[in-house]
């Protein structure tokens, strides 16, 4: 068992993810592990590095600053919409996570604030901006089959299923 955690590998991975203030806000705990691909983009930039070169077994605490995660919260993503461009039967409510589609694949935003006609947007992600602190044990590390490089995920157990 010297498989460690490499770009090409998928690891699979009991994880805790917590505010800076103790609040946890994803955690693997009472559900099956996490499995991920390594190297292609799977995971957030920060969670990848700072699991590289653990071995099955191994456990890492870490704090990731937003650019090694969510990244910083940019104002300029932060837009107004009119309200007729939402689909009529949508109740829009302030706090609201919206899905659409783009050119460039799904995005999803949130709604901070209602006036009228005018709908306030934000696009940022929401965990842009913050600090995360995690809590991870490495179950199992093995070699990714060349239909999960081709796919750029790995399967199985904790993985996609398809
Ligand atoms: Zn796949």
């Known amino acids: 068992m010297s498989d460690t955690i490499k770009p090409n590998k998928?690891?699979?991975?009991?994880?805790?993810g917590s505010y800076l203030d103790g609040v946890v806000f994803d955690s693997s705990e009472g559900k099956e592990p996490l499995s991920f691909l390594v190297g292609?983009?799977?995971?957030i930039s920060g969670f990848e590095q700072e699991?590289?070169?653990?071995?099955?077994?191994?456990?890492?605490?870490f704090t990731l600053t937003p650019d090694k995660a969510y990244g910083e919260r940019d104002e300029n993503a932060i837009q107004k919409m009119e309200?007729?461009?939402?689909?009529?039967?949508?109740?829009?409510?302030?706090?609201?996570i919206v899905g659409a589609q783009s050119d460039q694949g799904?995005?999803?935003?949130?709604?901070?604030?209602?006036?009228?006609?005018?709908v306030t947007v934000?696009?940022?992600?929401?965990?842009?901006?913050?600090?995360?602190?995690?809590?991870?044990?490495?179950?199992?590390v093995r070699d990714?089959?060349?239909?999960?490089?081709?796919?750029?995920?790995?399967?199985?157990?904790g993985g996609i299923n398809h």
């Open 83 to 96: 309200k007729g461009q939402f689909p009529d039967d949508m109740n829009l409510e302030v706090g609201m």
């Open 106 to 118: 799904p995005i999803q935003f949130s709604i901070v604030d209602i006036d009228g006609e005018m």
């Open 10 to 16: 998928v690891a699979t991975v009991n994880y805790t």
């Open 40 to 43: 292609k983009g799977q995971m």
């Open 144 to 157: 990714a089959t060349s239909e999960e490089i081709l796919h750029g995920h790995a399967h199985g157990k």
């Open 122 to 140: 934000d696009f940022n992600h929401q965990m842009a901006g913050m600090t995360l602190r995690f809590n991870v044990e490495v179950v199992n």
């Open 51 to 61: 699991l590289m070169g653990a071995k099955i077994g191994e456990k890492r605490e």
